[in-house]
T-cell receptor, first 116, second 115 residues
Framework: AQTVTQSQPEMSVQEAETVTLSCTYD???????LFWYKQPPSRQMILVIRQEAYKQQNATENRFSVNFQKAAKSFSLKISDSQLGDTAMYFCAFMNLENRDDKIIFGKGTRLHILP | GAVVSQHPSWVICKSGTSVKIECRSLDFQATTMFWYRQFPKQSLMLMATSNEGSKATYEQGVEKDKFLINHASLTLSTLTVTSAHPEDSSFYIC???????????FGPGTRLTVT
C-alpha cells in the first residue's frame, strides 16, 4: 500500500522568505503522480503543483517549485518570496496510475504560517 | 479550470434525521467522483468512490448503510448521511476528475453539524 508522510506538522516563516515543505512517500509502482494541494482557511482545496513520476524535470509554477527525488521517494515543495496569502494547510498527495482508480492518498499536512 | 460545487455549504440537523449533500461538476462530466471526510486540523480521509450508473465503492471502515451515495448523472453525486449522530459532525468534501489530466477538482466542502 502507498503511504505519504509529511514530517513537519507546522511551520512559520517571515513574509518574503523562502520555505521548503518536506514529503516522502512509499510505493512499489513506477507510474504515478505527485501533488501538492493548498487548503487555506476557507477550506477550499487548491492544486498548487503536480509532478509526473516519469518526468525527471522538477515541476515549477511561478513561486512554487518541487524537488522530486524519485529514488529517494522524496517530493518537497519550495515556496519562494512567501506571501501572507500562502498561509494555509499544505497536503502532499499521491496518485497511483497503475490501478486506474484515480484515488488520491493524502499526507497529514503541514500548517504553514506566513508572518508579516 | 473546472468547477465543482457542493450544496449546502453548512447544514445543522438533529440527531436521528438524515441529510443529503450534493456534489456537482458544473462545466464537465465526471464518471467518477470522490467523497472525503475531514476532521478539524486533520487530513482528508477518503470515504468512497462514486461511480456513475453503478454502486459506490466504499473504503474500509466506512459504513455503507450510513453514508449512502448515489451518482445519478454525469454531473451529480449525492451523499446522504442517514440517522445522523453527533459523531457524524464533520466537514465533507467531494472531488471530480476531468480526463485525461487526472487532476482532481474539489468542491468547497459541506460542514455538517448534528445536534
Amino acid at each position: 500500500a502507498q503511504t505519504v508522510t509529511q514530517s513537519q506538522p507546522e511551520m512559520s516563516v517571515q513574509e518574503a522568505e523562502t520555505v521548503t515543505l518536506s514529503c516522502t512517500y512509499d510505493t512499489s509502482e513506477n507510474n504515478y503522480y505527485l501533488f501538492w494541494y493548498k487548503q487555506p482557511p476557507s477550506r477550499q482545496m487548491i492544486l498548487v503543483i503536480r509532478q509526473e513520476a516519469y518526468k525527471q524535470q522538477n515541476a515549477t509554477e511561478n513561486r512554487f517549485s518541487v524537488n522530486f527525488q524519485k529514488a529517494a521517494k522524496s517530493f518537497s515543495l519550495k515556496i519562494s518570496d512567501s506571501q501572507l496569502g500562502d498561509t494555509a494547510m499544505y497536503f502532499c498527495a499521491f496518485m497511483n496510475l497503475e490501478n486506474r482508480d484515480d484515488k488520491i492518498i493524502f499526507g497529514k499536512g503541514t500548517r504553514l504560517h506566513i508572518l508579516p | 479550470g473546472a468547477v465543482v460545487s457542493q450544496h449546502p455549504s453548512w447544514v445543522i440537523c438533529k440527531s436521528g434525521t438524515s441529510v443529503k449533500i450534493e456534489c456537482r461538476s458544473l462545466d464537465f462530466q465526471a464518471t467518477t467522483m470522490f467523497w472525503y471526510r475531514q476532521f478539524p486540523k486533520q487530513s482528508l480521509m477518503l470515504m468512497a468512490t462514486s461511480n456513475e450508473g453503478s454502486k459506490a465503492t466504499y473504503e474500509q471502515g466506512v459504513e455503507k448503510d450510513k453514508f449512502l451515495i448515489n451518482h445519478a448523472s454525469l454531473t451529480l453525486s449525492t451523499l446522504t448521511v442517514t440517522s445522523a449522530h453527533p459523531e457524524d459532525s464533520s466537514f465533507y468534501i467531494c472531488s471530480a476528475g476531468q480526463p485525461p489530466t487526472y487532476e482532481q477538482y474539489f468542491g468547497p466542502g459541506t460542514r455538517l453539524t448534528v445536534t
